[in-house]
């Protein structure tokens, strides 16, 4: 994700980031960390899926 789109998501500007990144570089790093976060859940939600999908698959050739 793109400084771009971390702003547009949170409602403010990439100069806000930029600021809060040499300001309150302890909020710029939990904000960073949350992106983080959200990115491994859209990961493991997608590996998830593709799991459970071969799961069904073996099943069906299997029957």
Do not use: C, H
């Not at 547009?8 to 300001?23: A, C, K, P, S």
């Not at 960073?32 to 976060?37: N, P």
């Not at 071969?54 to 299997?62: D, L, R």
């Amino acid at each position: 994700m793109t400084q771009r789109d971390m702003a547009g998501y949170l409602g403010i500007t990439t100069v806000t980031i930029r600021n809060w990144r040499r300001d309150k570089p302890n909020l710029y790093k939990i904000i960073m960390q949350g992106f983080e976060v959200e990115e491994v859940k859209k990961l493991l939600k997608e590996s998830l899926e593709k799991l459970e999908s071969a799961g069904e698959n073996t099943k069906g050739a299997k029957g």
